[in-house]
């Protein structure tokens, strides 16, 4: 196993407590979600159609960002310092994320029918988001570097 590869068995009581704590909070949270869906999707043909883009979130998952992941792993990571590892595969994950998710702001914005669905101009936020994420990137990747090593 490699040097950045390696996470510490944790055995100590409050880290399990903490587990459990955020084990109930993520179930409280998936109940409440499931909840309001049920209670404020008015028609059943709305209901299909949240269930097909929930499907398509999986397929989108399974057949781009594993393989995105995978990829970096295996072919960018290696070639990079270890100390630069997390920043860019946290970065670059998350920018693969919001590849996605432009793709569907901009076609919704493309063949909206109310103006006001998406009032704002979405090149220009997804632009800002991305600067966002590689100048947190950097910052990581120049904080990591600054680290003494163990």
Known sequence: MREYDATPASTSRGQAALRWVLW??????????????????????QRINVLLWLAGGVVVHDA????????????????????WRPALRGGLLALAVLGIVAVALVAGAATRANPSVVPQDVGAA?????????????????????????
């Open 64 to 83: 781009v960002l594993v393989p995105l992941a995978l990829l970096v792993g295996v072919v960018v990571l290696p070639r990079v310092p270890p100390s």
């Open 126 to 150: 997804l632009a800002l988001a991305g600067i966002v994420l590689v100048v947190g990137v950097l910052v990581g990747m120049f904080l990591g570097g600054a680290r003494r090593p163990r």
């Open 24 to 45: 109930i909070g993520g179930a409280a949270l998936l109940a409440f979600g499931v909840l309001t869906a049920l209670t404020t999707v008015p028609s059943t043909s």
